[in-house]
């Protein structure tokens, strides 16, 4: 091939190779004949592959939506802190009326004891019939009443009666608040100058503070007398060793327990009910809504709780009482 200097020269177009780019450049001579081909390869990488538009876009919807439903959450616990603020300013600057008082009162109490009493008496029995299976196995079924009374007054009876509180209080204190923010009345009473926390929240909270711990004493006591009738009168075991091992066992201290983490219990109830009811969305749907969160919320935050206040107790106790009595 003649390789002398061409007259003039023309560039192809630029054409992909080897995961590069290759330039083409052709020599001509002056009778237009092609002299020769120079190839040079450039140095330029091929990019990288982005990932395609779906993916992307998926990714970032997620990304959103689980950044909102946090922001939301976090928003929300912020709410509720600010609305425990102003209950517990209204309480301490202003006494509420004792009418105001009197109906919640006999909402939370009165009409409580009954379905807190039956459900005691069968959560005794239902402990009495577990606990004789395993302890009959290793001959200590006499020491039944210490593991029955003890249970009920450390645990079942304040959890079953704030549960039950929740579930028939605190879903119609959220009903009922969250109705009247559906139909303006909350809206209503504060164009009229009345502060909706202190005329309804506070007397709600006080009924469920001071009357829980009466619920506790009835559904411990309804327990232990279903638990003895159980064992002594259907099970034959003997009464003397029922009630001595349950005098020996079961304390006084036990039983503060048991009334003191009923008050956290009712104090809980009484204020995520009133915030679900203030905070109800529109609707018969959101009223709805508003009763089934508050019994959720509720039920849940009692047994954190009971097992947080359960931890705090135990090592008081060890504290105080180091050679406590043995159960064996």
Not at 260 to 274: D, H, N, P, Q, R
């Amino acid at each position: 091939m003649n390789r002398e200097q061409p007259a003039g020269a023309v560039c192809a177009d630029p054409v992909e190779a080897a995961g590069g780019r290759s330039l083409s450049t052709l020599f001509f001579s002056d009778s237009g004949s092609v002299l020769g081909v120079a190839c040079r390869m450039s140095s330029v990488a091929s990019t990288p592959r982005q990932p395609s538009g779906g993916v992307r876009t998926a990714l970032e919807a997620w990304i959103v939506q689980w950044g909102g439903a946090v922001i939301d959450h976090v928003a929300a616990i912020g709410e509720f802190a600010f609305f425990c603020q102003r209950t517990a300013m209204w309480l301490l600057r202003r006494k509420p009326r004792p009418g105001t008082l009197l109906s919640p009162m006999h909402q939370v109490g009165v009409r409580s004891l009954p379905v807190v009493a039956l459900t005691g008496t069968f959560i005794g029995m239902v402990l009495a019939v577990q606990s004789y299976f395993q302890f009959s196995k290793i001959g200590l079924e006499n020491r039944l009443g210490a593991v029955i009374n003890m249970s009920l007054v450390r645990e079942l009876g304040p959890v079953l009666a704030a549960t039950m509180l929740a579930g028939r209080v605190g879903g119609a204190i959220a009903a009922e608040l969250g109705t009247m923010r559906v139909t303006e009345q909350l809206d209503a009473l504060e164009a009229m100058g009345a502060d909706p926390i202190h005329y309804l929240v506070v007397p709600r909270f006080i009924a469920c503070l001071l009357l829980i711990p009466a619920l506790t004493v009835m559904a411990d006591f309804m327990g232990v007398v279903g638990g003895y009738f159980y064992c002594v009168f259907i099970l034959g075991i003997d009464k003397h060793f029922y009630l001595y091992h349950s005098a020996q066992f079961v304390g006084g201290f036990d039983l503060v327990v048991g009334i003191f983490k009923s008050l956290f219990f009712g104090g809980v109830i009484a204020l995520i009910s009133c915030y679900r009811g203030f905070h109800c969305d529109a609707g018969a749907e959101g009223v709805g809504r508003a009763a089934t969160a508050s019994f959720v919320l509720s039920f849940v935050t009692i047994l954190v709780l009971d097992l947080m206040l359960g931890i705090v107790l135990d090592v008081v106790y060890s504290v105080f009482w180091p050679s406590g009595a043995k159960l064996f």
